[in-house]
């Protein structure tokens, strides 16, 4: 099946500090969606993108689908920030498999003040 | 205030009791899913329905059984078959002709001992 990989696995960052989260997968999708999960567990949407660039305040994502990966961008990181990033991609679909959702394992980002 | 409501937000139980998650919807989506989460680990697919009355197994169905006899609502019934049940339930609804962006509840955690 699908193999998706986000990395780095960990990241901690200073307030104010910019970074790039990735995410590979390993065949075609026909979407992609960038959460975000709080510490109580609640998945925030983040991006809706299965390719192109598109930007939400200080977040901005780009999905390159014929290379098959995509990059979230966090600018001036704040401590609200903190959580773990899923990228999850929906496979190509076959008869009633359209809309399944396989996630990466996350990207942990701890934001320090 | 449309959206994914679960309940309850954390639940207990002994081993070998079945237990009933509840998830239901306002949002008019046609497909419900449900979902598993593992400390440090990405969301995995136990089930899910596109339509009223029909649904589908997903990647880890085995010791799980759902109901979609209504639009709303499609609740998850974690079995004794089930052998670690002890995890974060998520449930998750999309449209499905308008690109399946998926939209998640709060989720539950559960406990069984």
């Known amino acids: 099946g699908i193999q998706v990989e986000q990395s780095p696995p960990d990241l901690i960052l200073q307030e104010g500090a910019n970074s790039t989260l990735r995410c590979n997968f390993s065949?075609?999708?026909?979407?992609l969606q960038w959460f975000h999960q709080n510490p109580w567990g609640q998945l925030i949407n983040l991006f809706y993108?299965?390719?192109g660039t598109k930007q939400n305040g200080r977040l901005s994502a780009t999905t390159v689908a014929t290379e098959r990966y995509s990059l979230l961008y966090i600018s001036s990181s704040q401590t609200t920030d903190s959580g773990v990033y899923f990228c999850a991609v929906e496979r190509k679909g076959y008869g009633g498999s359209q809309g399944n959702l396989i996630f990466g394992k996350g990207t942990k980002l701890s934001v320090k003040p | 205030d449309g959206g994914i409501t679960q309940s309850p937000k954390y639940l207990f139980r002994k081993e070998g009791q079945n237990v009933t998650l509840s998830c239901e919807q306002n949002l008019n989506h046609d497909a419900m899913y449900w979902y598993r989460q593992d400390p440090g680990q990405g969301l995995r697919l136990i089930y899910y329905s596109q339509i009223v009355n029909d649904f589908q197994k997903g990647d880890i169905a085995e010791g799980y059984s759902v109901s979609r006899e209504k639009k709303e609502s499609f609740p998850l019934t974690v079995t004794s078959a089930q052998k670690n049940p002890t995890a974060f339930y998520l449930c998750?609804?999309?449209?499905?002709?308008?690109?399946?962006?998926?939209?998640f509840g709060p989720g539950t955690r559960l406990t069984v001992t």
């Open positions: 998750a609804s999309s449209i499905i002709n308008q690109g399946n962006e998926q939209y």
């Open positions: 065949d075609s999708v026909n979407n």
């Open positions: 993108i299965p390719s």
